[in-house]
């Protein structure tokens, strides 16, 4: 059975950080590339960041203006996304996935259950 159990989310003040885990398992976590997407109440999935198997090379969804840092660790099949400056807009729920991007497009193959973001200003 697939899982991606994200965690690490919470309530914080605009301006503040928080750091999410993911730990995957029911797949081969290195075969896949690895990413967070996020959903925010009455809105689409977003895609945030996806981070590649063949070079580790990360594409970031162009709206954080860099304040938001992915990474994975193949070893223990966990990713993490690092984010600062955090603003009200952020308050989503956020879910690790593996990923894909094609033409522009974002795309979730496997996901699990969110964590809830929520940024108060």
């Known amino acids: 059975e697939v899982q991606l159990q994200a965690s690490g989310g919470g309530l914080v003040q605009a301006g503040g950080s928080l750091r999410l885990s993911c730990v995957a398992s029911?797949?081969?976590?290195?075969?896949?590339?690895v990413g967070w997407f996020r959903q925010a109440p009455g809105r689409e999935h977003e895609g945030i960041s996806c981070?590649?198997?063949?070079?580790?090379?990360?594409a970031y969804a162009e709206f954080l203006k860099g304040r938001f840092t992915a990474s994975r660790d193949n070893r223990n099949n966990t990713s993490y996304l690092q984010m600062n400056d955090l603003k009200p807009e952020d308050t989503a729920t956020y879910y690790c996935?593996?990923?894909?991007?094609?033409?522009?497009?974002?795309?979730?193959?496997?996901w699990g259950k969110g964590t809830q973001v929520t940024v108060s200003s």
């Open positions: 996935a593996t990923c894909t991007i094609e033409g522009g497009s974002w795309g979730m193959d496997y």
């Open positions: 029911g797949f081969t976590f290195d075969d896949y590339a």
């Open positions: 981070i590649y198997k063949s070079d580790g090379s990360t």
